[in-house]
């Protein structure tokens, strides 16, 4: 079974911080992996993805994430935080025979103060 | 290229009632996920829709159905409304379907209340 935890509800940085948000999966097939943001009152938006090409991605608006399979993670960061940035995080898994069926993490809310 | 969009974005139902929300995907996305989104139960998937087919079927009460047309436009329908399935609903759709891989892109959701 497919599972994905991300640590921290809650993330607050400084204006020009780094942003590192926090996700280790569960998964007994080669997962692909995904970041997703959240605005209020919007859908989703796919930041980056990982499907095993390459263990960096880089993804929309500065951000960037690094696939390492000895730890079972794929940590979001972005090296400064612009106000913008405020917003839900999402990181989801899916796997060879799920289809498109997206398993989700239970969120980080980033909070960027001036 | 127009996104993915969902009506109504916002409905209030009664108990007991039931309710149809439609998604119309990217044009040539064949594949249609639906999602639920609580603040209790976070995002969950309730199925998937490629070719008119159902492919993948989340953990929910039959009370959750649906349907995709041969146009790739969705329709979910949930009868017989109970007060926790007031939530945001998303649909997400995709090129294709089989990998995992396959990008999906979400539309705004549809606000449904439950009173």
């Known amino acids: 079974a497919q599972s994905v935890t991300q640590l921290g509800s809650h993330v607050s940085v400084s204006e020009g911080a780094l942003v590192l948000l926090r996700c280790n999966y569960s998964s007994s097939v080669p997962p692909y992996l995904f970041w997703y943001v959240q605005y209020p009152n919007q859908g989703l938006q796919l930041l980056l993805k990982?499907?095993?090409?390459?263990?960096l991605v880089k993804g929309i608006n500065g951000f960037e994430a690094e696939f390492k399979k000895s730890e079972t993670s794929f940590h979001l960061t972005k090296p400064s935080a612009h106000m913008s940035d405020a917003a839900e995080y999402f990181c989801a898994v899916s796997g060879s025979g799920g289809y498109n069926k997206l398993i989700f993490g239970a969120g980080t809310r980033l909070a960027v103060h001036p | 290229k127009a996104g993915v969009t969902q009506t109504p974005r916002y409905l209030i139902k009664t108990r007991g009632q039931q309710v149809t929300l439609s998604c119309s995907p990217i044009?040539?996305?064949?594949?249609v996920s639906w999602y639920q989104q609580t603040p209790g139960q976070g995002l969950q998937f309730l199925f998937e829709?490629?070719?008119?087919?159902?492919?993948n079927k989340g953990n929910f009460p039959g009370r959750f159905s649906g349907r995709q047309f041969s146009n790739s436009r969705s329709e979910m329908n949930v009868s017989t409304l109970e007060l926790g399935d007031s939530a945001l609903y998303l649909c997400?759709?995709?090129?294709?379907?089989?990998?995992?891989?396959?990008?999906?892109?979400f539309g705004p959701g549809t606000r449904l209340t439950v009173t």
């Open positions: 990982y499907t095993s090409a390459a263990t």
């Open positions: 044009s040539g996305h064949r594949s």
């Open positions: 829709y490629f070719s008119e087919t159902q492919r």
């Open positions: 997400a759709s995709s090129l294709a379907s089989g990998t995992g891989d396959y990008e999906q892109y």
